[in-house]
């Protein structure tokens, strides 16, 4: 089976406090971690006997997970089995990167977000830095807040040209076209983020092809949709896998609308979807307006 899986377990503590994250973040006590450190080492067992598959995996943790030991150690070991094609996991990158000396630069890739005012620049820039020294994949993205635009400006020129710069459409922010235009100059895809994607009966991968899972082995076919289809851990779940249409009305998160069928991204994407890393040939450095 080939097989793209997006697993989120009960983490729920990060380093930051970004007063436009949509996540509700709080301090999880010692046994929440137990907790979460148990579920991931349970899913990452799991991957590891799925000798017969082939799998990718996107790690989507509510809080911050690469601060945390276990997320760490998950990672190198899943990104050197043979079976596994990619491991990602968004990040805010505040963690060391010397952990990454033990992992597959082939496999691992990161999805970092630079958060102004939670960090400074020089010490974001300085973890990029070191990421591109190493040869580990890696895409870098800021939300598209007015305030943010210099932060934005500065990331391109000081980035190398081959990192991709993705821009997020700020929750409930509504952008004029020339504030668009300006995003658009720095991110070239930034226009597949200005609007929530009609999806209603629009042709998935997810719940095919694309599974979301949590602590628990449940499986679902995103985050975004709540209908149970089985649990991971039993098998119940591949009985459930198949072609299905999208029951929401819109879309507009890029790790659900990147698995529309209805939209190209799987082509701009090709070899980068998990990692949000556009294929060689696509442009992704924008003028830096």
């Given amino acids: 089976m080939d097989l793209t899986l997006l697993y989120r377990g009960p983490l729920a503590s990060c380093d930051y406090d970004c007063p436009y994250c949509p996540f509700a973040k709080r301090r999880d006590s010692r046994e929440q971690l137990r907790a979460d450190r148990a579920a991931l080492e349970r899913f990452a067992a799991w991957a590891a006997a ?73 010490r974001f820039l300085t973890k990029c830095r070191e990421l591109d020294g190493r040869g580990t994949r890696f895409s870098v993205g800021i939300v598209g807040l007015p305030e943010h635009r210099e932060h934005a400006r ?7 040209p081959q990192v991709y710069l993705w821009v997020n459409a700020a929750e409930g922010h509504t952008y004029t076209d020339e504030e668009a235009d300006g995003w658009t100059a720095l991110d070239p895809l930034f226009p597949y983020s200005r609007h929530p994607h009609p999806s209603a009966g629009l042709p998935c991968r997810t719940g095919e092809t694309v599974i979301s899972v949590d602590g628990d082995g449940t499986v679902r076919r995103c985050h975004f949709v709540k209908t149970d289809l089985g649990n ?30 209805t939209l190209p991204l799987y082509d701009v994407f090709a070899g980068g979807v998990l990692e949000r890393i556009p294929a060689a040939g696509v442009r992704t450095a924008g003028a830096g307006a």
Avoid: K, M
Avoid at 154 to 160: G, I, Q, T, V
Avoid at 236 to 253: E, I, Q, T
């Fill in 50 to 122: 799925q000798t017969g598959d082939r799998l990718r995996i996107l790690f989507t943790p509510w809080g911050e997970g690469l601060v945390r030991s276990w997320y760490r150690r998950t990672l190198s070991e899943l990104s050197r089995l043979p079976h596994i094609e990619r491991v990602a996991i968004q990040t805010n990158l505040s963690c060391r990167t010397d952990w990454l000396a033990e992992a597959d630069p082939e496999t691992l890739a990161l999805w970092c977000t630079y958060h102004p005012g939670q960090t400074p620049y020089d």
């Fill in 154 to 160: 500065r990331l391109r020129a000081d980035l190398p």
């Fill in 232 to 261: 991971l851990y039993d098998g119940s779940y591949r009985a459930a896998l198949g072609p299905r249409a999208c029951p929401l009305a819109v879309c507009d998160c890029h790790i659900g609308y990147v698995h529309l069928e």
